[in-house]
């Protein structure tokens, strides 16, 4: 079978090298990290930027959207949810990230975005909701702008210039974060979004989280851009290669970004470089197209987001095995909870498609509405 | 030789033996390689092919559709699939603007024999934008011709009839049928003509338009009917939306006085609307009823948990048989 053997990425990252600051370094080739998969500061003066509580925070968001995304999958294969898509092994691009903003910026996430939606506010029970197919899954929670997951490919790039902008012009000191990944870099929404940010030096902020693999598409048939950063450079605004695994670097990055932004410099590309331990999507089978059992062992083994954070943070004595049992126990029980809320919201009635079309509904909704009804009152069987 | 297959499999063997066939037949599009495409409609064709001919591209609609129309341009014979039919979005300029105009511009000294492949339509617990049935897009745009089957063995002789088409095609799957059912193909090469209609049941009460996934519900309900009031309802699976077949639809009318169709998509300005047109200008006199639309709603299609609600129904499509024969 044709199968791609070589993975650059994991070379790529096997390669990677600490340098002194996210706005330091070339971004055509380093990759930012200071905390190493170890659990090493690779880097000095950390401890004085991250204050504990924080790198604590982190690592609780950290465990608690991976039991979520685990979850997930059960309920997917138990046939109570839908399609999944999962992020596991993404933790600390998503969680680092969403952490760094404040309540009234603005959230593009996709629909594998759901641990930084999670972590800037929305309800677990609402991303449930969500995956089973209701139509109240995308609703943003009051005070946050958490847009629904964008479904196509890089779209959703361009309104956070959009939304960017309109901060911008009402003089709010706000950002827009679009996610996106490796794929979405060959669309030309992508270069659309860079571009029009850069010309109106618009507060936006693109992450883009490269795990190397659009589906089945590794990153050397994506590009032979050698690296996603480095595009920046065509538009002139900054791009910045991070390690999406290491949160201390992905947050540190995302501050200096945000600063950026505040300060009317423009936006930033970050280029994040992790990996999705599963598939694309729960009806997806990884195996057709990768090592699967062999690269998703060695990310988790080598560099897992989750584990280099528990090991420094046991160290500094932030962390013990008993807090790690109490956290376990409080996030199933979150959870759980939120499962039965989910399961338990009013199910989605057949009425509730014909709202919100528009503000106010045209005739012809209107009508085929209740053709619909008096065909369900005489007893027409539904669907 | 035939043997009992899927939809999938009679889509897979149809490019596989035109790829063995004309040396001109290329694959493009995403996940179509390695993994065989996201469907398995690709399945295997790399490793027979290799990847200059079965080839994973980046993600990129646009990308792909106006590379494909280079390529026809210049002697290859590309066949594009798109994973979802809403995701074409970005290559939906290169379609209306450039492959459906070539032959037009330069007063046909070049043309594009392209072939698009969507998978299109619900009611297989989608995601959002996995749903969609717009093909009234494609059907209104001079220069393309869109094409939907209905069964195996239309799928394999009209994909075939696609590739050899020298215009581009749109040749839109219908997710829901791709493993609903196997029927007997052959396994030689043939044709189905496109523009052509399929009558599936002759009956003289009313005449039934349908095509893709709604076909098999409008058989159901109009065989449902029979046993139930013993009318006789001829079904007819339209397979062209573009060209029309014209004549199988008159003439059908003409002889039942009756019509009825019954559309996924969003009831206005669907493919129902055009074809009552049609039978209004050639067969307004021969009518005994108003002609009845049985369709999806004006709305988005509705998240999974209510898909249902929005997809026509043989008790909806019965209830319009009702309807339009009791006038």
């Not at chain 1, 996603?228 to 990055?253: E, H, M, P, S």
């Not at chain 1, 709202?355 to 209107?366: C, G, N, R």
Request: net charge negative; with cysteine.
């Amino acid at each position: 079978m044709w199968m791609v053997t070589i993975n650059g990425l994991t070379e790529q990252i096997s390669q990677m090298k600490a340098i002194t600051s996210s706005t330091g370094g070339n971004v055509m080739t380093d990759v930012y990290q200071v905390l190493t998969p170890q659990g090493e500061l690779s880097v000095k003066g950390i401890e004085e930027k991250i204050d504990p509580a924080t790198m604590v925070k982190m690592y609780e968001n950290m465990v608690f959207v991976r039991a979520f995304d685990r979850k997930s999958v059960i309920l997917q294969r138990q046939g109570r949810m839908g399609t999944y898509a999962p992020f596991e092994g993404q933790e600390a691009s998503q969680v680092g990230s969403a952490m760094a903003l404040t309540a009234g910026d603005w959230l593009f996430p996709t629909y594998r975005d759901h641990a930084a939606s999670i972590t800037h506010g929305q309800s677990l029970m609402r991303v449930f909701l969500y995956w089973m197919g209701h139509m109240e899954g995308s609703i943003s929670p009051e005070g946050k702008n958490i847009m629904p997951p964008c479904v196509p490919i890089a779209t959703q790039m361009v309104h956070a210039v959009g939304t960017a902008w309109a901060s911008k012009v009402k003089g709010e000191k706000k950002v827009s974060l679009a996610y996106f990944g490796d794929g979405a870099t060959s669309e030309g929404d992508f270069h659309e979004a860079l571009n029009f940010a850069g010309v109106y030096k618009a507060p936006a902020i693109f992450f883009c989280q490269n795990n190397g693999f659009a589906i089945s598409v590794p990153f050397e048939l994506q590009s032979s851009s050698a690296t996603i950063a480095q595009r920046a450079l065509a538009y002139d605004i900054k791009g910045v290669r991070v390690d999406g695994n290491d949160i201390f670097a992905v947050w540190l990055t995302m501050k200096d970004a945000i600063e950026r932004a505040h300060a009317g410099e423009g936006p930033t590309l970050i280029e994040a470089m992790t990996f999705r331990y599963g598939a694309h999507t729960t009806a997806d089978d990884p195996k057709k197209y990768r090592d699967q059992e062999k690269l998703s062992q060695e990310w988790r083994n080598e560099r897992d987001p989750i584990t280099r954070l528990r090991i420094y943070l046991e160290k500094r004595n932030l962390w013990n095995q008993e807090k790690e049992e109490h956290l376990l126990k409080q996030t199933d029980v979150k959870i759980d909870q939120a499962v039965q809320e989910a399961e338990e919201y009013p199910k989605s009635k057949p009425e509730d498609m014909f709202k919100h079309v528009f503000a106010e509904t045209p005739w012809m909704i209107q009508e085929q509405e209740q053709e619909l009804k008096r065909f369900t009152d005489k007893g027409g069987d539904r669907a | 030789m035939s043997r009992k297959i899927t939809m999938i499999q009679a889509i897979t063997e149809a490019m596989d033996q035109k790829l063995a066939d004309d040396p001109r037949v290329m694959l493009l599009g995403e996940d179509i390689g390695i993994n065989g495409g996201v469907f398995r409609a690709t399945e295997g064709l790399i490793e027979k092919y290799g990847k200059e001919r079965v080839v994973d591209t980046p993600l990129a609609e646009a990308g792909i559709m106006g590379s494909a129309i280079g390529l026809g341009l210049n002697g290859m014979i590309p066949v594009a699939e798109v994973q979802f039919l809403a995701f074409i979005y970005p290559g939906f300029e290169q379609i209306v603007s450039h492959a459906a105009r070539m032959r037009y511009r330069t007063r046909g000294q070049y043309h594009v024999p392209m072939v698009i492949r969507t998978p299109f339509g619900a009611g297989i617990r989608g995601p959002e934008l996995h749903s969609e049935s717009v093909e009234t897009f494609f059907t209104h745009v001079p220069g393309l011709k869109v094409v939907v089957p209905s069964t195996p063995y239309d799928a394999k002789g009209l994909l075939i009839s696609a590739i050899e088409d020298p215009d581009p095609v749109m040749f839109l799957e219908p997710t829901k049928l791709y493993r609903a059912f196997k029927e007997d193909v052959p396994e030689e090469m043939y044709r189905i003509p496109i523009g052509k209609a399929n009558v599936l049941q002759e009956g003289y009460d009313l005449s039934i338009f349908a095509w893709g996934a709604m076909v098999r519900v409008a058989l159901n309900a109009a065989k449902q009917i029979d046993r139930e009031k013993g009318w006789k309802c001829e079904v007819i699976d339209l397979r062209s939306l573009y060209p029309l077949d014209r004549e199988t639809i008159i003439s059908s009318v003409k002889k039942t006085g009756r019509a009825l169709v019954v559309q996924e998509a969003h009831k206005t300005l669907g493919v129902a609307s055009e074809i009552i047109s049609l039978i209004n200008d050639e067969a307004l006199m021969y009518l005994k009823s108003p002609i009845k639309r049985v369709t999806g709603f004006d709305v988005p299609v509705p998240q999974f948990s209510i898909e249902d609600d929005y997809m026509p129904t043989e008790a909806r499509v019965k209830h319009g048989i009702e309807e339009t024969i009791v006038y």
